[in-house]
């Protein structure tokens, strides 16, 4: 909501547009109703079925269908396949092709793609632009301050990805960053309420990382609390083979950079892409986990 909010708020100052919103998610919470205001048509369609939402997009006039789930919880998909708008587009809400062949567009920034090898990856025809998103400042500044390290006299990382994008291997590399830094410590947010699965601790431990000493868990939390954790972090250490997105513009914003391990795969890339915009590529896109070891040290 963060990015598309700015977005909508633009569109609806253009009275050459009218636009309607095809909402499938039942919640109302303060992000929703600042999209909905932005509206000329609201449409809540979580009980309706495929045909009936298509129909009625038909019945509407649409002219661009844009799809904002891809591959996600909630998504409309089916409804993208019977193609009930003469342009279909998909936009922001998944790293990855959306499959359909009636799926027209892509919209993707210019800084996230390296020639015709990435385009192969997507079924979509991509339509590169100068900025796919906006982030929405409003309500995030809580003040950025000096990097921790500096009063500590030891590195900290962080991580604030999704726990489902933890595997054995992003921690097995994490723990010989901790090798190689033997004072350095690592936060971890956006852990469940009842504290980090057992798994994920015993990944730490058959490593030969001291859990209690190294590693700090904070639960899932408000948003500007989360932004605030980020002062007490000097870098992030990114997943793979799925990336940070969200969390890494997010880190950006409290000017903390993430070290990221980016292939040859879209999902892979978000980080080294969003590192790209702001010149940071060369000190913190690695590779491979040769290149990812001797950025930390460097």
Request: glycine share 8%; charged share 25%.
């Amino acid at each position: 909501a963060k990015f598309v909010i700015p977005f909508f708020e633009e569109l609806h100052k253009r009275p050459e547009f009218i636009t309607y919103a095809y909402s499938n998610h039942g919640a109302v919470d303060e992000s929703m109703l600042a999209i909905q205001k932005n509206m000329d048509v609201w449409r809540t369609v979580v009980q309706w079925s495929d045909d009936k939402l298509a129909e009625k997009i038909r019945e509407d006039q649409i002219d661009i269908l844009v799809d904002m789930s891809g591959h996600t919880a909630g998504n409309r998909l089916k409804v993208f396949a019977r193609h009930p708008a003469p342009v279909q587009m998909t936009w922001l809400g998944y790293p990855g092709t959306t499959g359909l062949k009636e799926m027209d567009y892509r919209i993707e920034e210019h800084y996230f793609f390296d020639g015709k090898e990435m385009e192969k990856q997507f079924t979509e025809k991509v339509a590169q632009i100068p900025y796919v998103s906006l982030f929405d400042k409003s309500s995030s500044d809580v003040g950025v301050l000096e990097t921790p390290a500096i009063k500590n006299g030891y590195i900290t990382f962080g991580s604030f990805n999704r726990l489902n994008k933890i595997n054995k291997e992003v921690v097995e590399l994490w723990c010989k960053v901790l090798h190689l830094i033997p004072t350095g410590k690592l936060v971890m947010g956006g852990m469940p309420v009842n504290g980090p699965p057992e798994e994920l601790i015993q990944w730490f431990l058959d490593a030969g990382i001291d859990v209690d000493e190294r590693i700090s868990f904070y639960p899932r939390t408000g948003f500007l609390d989360y932004l605030k954790l980020h002062n007490h972090i000097d870098f992030c250490l990114d997943t793979f083979p799925y990336s940070g997105g969200t969390t890494t513009n997010h880190a950006l914003w409290m000017g903390v950079p993430t070290l990221t391990l980016g292939c040859n795969t879209y999902p892979s890339l978000q980080s080294a892409y969003l590192l790209r915009r702001v010149g940071l590529e060369s000190l913190f896109w690695a590779k491979d986990e040769q290149e990812f070891l001797e950025k930390v040290v460097f």
